[in-house]
């Protein structure tokens, strides 16, 4: 590669790098407590737990269910309703003022006795919930997402450029090599290289996914007004239903057009996940890559009957498969502690790179007055550094 080129690859990895890492590291230092949002959840005791009941208790009507839910709050209407795989004795109601109330309440109904069991806090509470806004829109909304997603690509193309650099400039030493004895400067640019090329399949993934989860909302935007459009098309300019068909013979439909499916989440009519006219009954598998799918069903509200079923779309099946490959939730423990570990090196490839960028000027003068010798063994770092020009 000539000096020309070498030289433009340094510049566009010095300033992608610089223009981003200060929030690279915001969302490394948030995303590390948030890989463990469960287990700090459990310590916290936000958890909640079905009762311990006999094992053959047969599972109450979901229409009972609803029924104890607004009987807690009677003043709000059904917005949605989910299980968990790992505890399905529990339904979660989301209740509001209205569909698309922000401020709604969140309760969980035992779902063999129908009876009220706590109301879990929102997305954690307190500093998780903090951490979390930090993590994902900067308590910006939609417009943080969409900031957050450009410093994720300009990380991308930080990676793209320093994996070009790395190789002519390392050519001259084993890999692995942290030169000792020298200038601090020195030692901590071939650390930083080091762990960049090190955590580097991860940086890509995490930093990938992260771009595509930014995009969530403009995504189910796009979604709602082509796929949920087309599937309601039959029923525009119709009135909504003033009543509505019982909740267990919808989801016996449901499950019915969709076999060996279960069923993830209910949107009930007029939430963005449905329509003013149907409930939205999302089925999913019970394997760690087909829980993450869902298959939306659409059911008319008024006669619980299945009006169309259709698979995701592409871009919402990466969307959804990326969400948890972003905080390591495929692998259990295991997964998440090389996350963990992963994490901590990028945090240090980034503060290092800030430094290293921070130093340049002490560098060159000290470069004036070392032997030439020295100065030659440092010029490919100083170099890849866009030192010399």
């Not at 399949?201 to 459009?229: H, M, P, S, Y």
Request: proline share 6%; aromatic share 10%.
């Amino acid at each position: 590669m000539s000096p020309a080129h070498l030289r433009r690859w340094s510049w566009i990895h010095t300033w992608s790098s610089l223009v981003c890492t200060v929030f690279m590291l915001l969302l490394c230092l948030t995303g590390l407590p948030l890989i463990y949002h469960h287990e700090i959840g459990h310590l916290l005791g936000n958890d909640i737990e079905a009762p311990q009941l006999p094992a053959d208790l047969p599972r109450a009507s979901l229409d009972r269910v609803i029924a104890a839910g607004q009987a807690r709050y009677p003043d709000k209407v059904m917005m949605y309703m989910s299980q968990e795989l790992d505890e399905p004795n529990l339904w979660f109601l989301t209740m509001g003022a209205h569909a698309n109330d922000p401020d709604f309440k969140s309760i969980a109904i035992d779902a063999r006795t129908a009876q009220f069991v706590g109301e879990p806090p929102i997305e954690g509470g307190g500093v998780m919930q903090f951490l979390f806004h930090l993590h994902v829109d900067l308590f910006a909304g939609m417009w943080g997402k969409l900031f957050l997603g450009f410093m994720g690509l300009l990380l991308l193309v930080a990676i793209v450029s320093g994996v070009v650099l790395y190789a002519p400039f390392m050519r001259k030493l084993e890999f692995g090599t942290v030169r000792q004895g020298r200038t601090a400067r020195l030692k901590w640019l071939d650390l930083h290289n080091l762990l960049g090329i090190v955590t580097l399949a991860w940086a890509l993934v995490v930093g990938a996914t992260g771009v595509v989860n930014t995009l969530a909302d403009v995504l189910l935007k796009v979604w709602q007004a082509t796929e949920i459009a087309a599937m309601t098309k039959p029923y525009a300019g119709q009135a909504a239903p003033t009543t509505l068909a019982s909740m267990e013979a919808t989801v016996r439909h449901a499950e019915a057009a969709a076999p060996g499916m279960r069923v993830g989440f209910i949107a009930f009519p007029g939430t963005p996940f449905a329509s003013p006219h149907h409930y939205g009954v999302y089925m999913h598998g019970d394997a760690p890559l087909t829980s993450r799918l869902y298959q939306p069903v659409l059911v008319d509200a008024q006669t619980a009957v299945v009006t169309d079923r259709r698979d995701l779309p592409w871009y919402l099946k990466t969307l959804l498969l990326s969400q948890p490959l972003h905080f390591g939730d495929y692998g259990g423990a295991g997964m998440k502690f090389v996350w963990a570990l992963l994490d901590v090196a990028t945090i240090v490839v980034l503060g290092s790179g800030l430094y290293l960028w921070l130093q340049r000027g002490r560098g060159r003068g000290r470069a004036v007055a070392r032997p030439a010798r020295a100065q030659a063994d440092e010029a490919p770092a100083l170099v890849r550094e866009g030192d010399i020009r």
